[in-house]
């Protein structure tokens, strides 16, 4: 099993970045994006089940990314807009075939994260 997250970069405060998690090696998982500040806990951002597709997303976040799928490319995507500076992180893609996964020790499989930078 192989998670690769791509799509990081720096961005102005108000911008937008599109990450990326390729996998291999999976099917029907839950899929899920979480990033980890400086000096701070990884943290989680959202999650989208394989099957039916819903989705979660942290407070933080909800109304500024949108988490989607690619089936025929098990490919998971993370569209962030409206970027702030506390938004900076690396960004990690996981996976699990827990269902009801709620916190990062449910997540089995893990890509190398991912920078992103916000500037004010």
């Known amino acids: 099993v192989q998670l690769q997250a791509s799509g990081g970069g720096l961005v102005q405060a108000g911008g937008s970045l599109r990450l990326s998690c390729a996998a291999s090696?999976?099917?029907?998982?839950?899929r899920a994006w979480f990033r980890q500040a400086p000096g701070k806990e990884r943290e989680f951002v959202a999650r989208?089940?394989?099957?039916?597709?819903?989705?979660n997303y942290a407070d933080a976040v909800k109304g500024r990314f949108t988490i989607s799928r690619d089936n025929a490319k098990s490919a998971v995507y993370l569209q962030m807009n409206n970027l702030k500076p506390e938004d900076t992180a690396v960004y990690y893609c996981?996976?699990?075939?827990?269902?009801?996964?709620?916190?990062?020790?449910?997540?089995?499989?893990w890509g190398l994260g991912t920078q992103v930078t916000v500037s004010s």
């Open positions: 989208i089940n394989w099957i039916g597709g819903s989705t």
């Open positions: 996981a996976s699990t075939s827990n269902v009801w996964a709620t916190t990062k020790k449910d997540y089995d499989y």
């Open positions: 090696g999976l099917s029907f998982d839950v």
